[in-house]
């Protein structure tokens, strides 16, 4: 389970960089294809729910980022985990409201929603592992 959350190249002892999260990996991937579905949203959007979902896709990896370089305070790096998960949710949310509103800017919003909440599953046992075995 734990070695799911890691690059699969990637053994939890030689992790030396952000990069080599599985978590981050899949969040920066998953943000760049938010930011180009969020630029098809009306005009009128574009600021408002298209804005609020950029920046929660944004939030997912860059929590990451943030938390890795406190990893040194394993409740700093837990906190930011913490926000990078709730910001999943939140970018799971906005993307079921543009779904809604309007069906045609995804192609298999399905698909799109359901690699979110993979990813906020392995966010979730990350956290779960970095609080039962974070040394620091």
Known sequence: MIQSIFST??????MSSYKDLEIYTMGLELFYKAHGASLKLPKHE???LGSQFRRSADAVATNIV?????????????????YSYASCLETVFHLQ??????????????????KYHELSAKIYNFIKYVEQNWKT
């Open 66 to 82: 943030e938390g890795y370089g406190r990893k040194r305070y394993k409740a700093d790096f837990i906190k930011f985990l913490t």
């Open 46 to 48: 574009m600021y408002e």
């Open 9 to 14: 190249s990637q053994k939890i002892k030689d």
């Open 97 to 114: 409201k543009i779904v809604t509103l309007y069906p045609k800017i995804f192609d298999n919003e399905q698909e799109f929603i359901d």
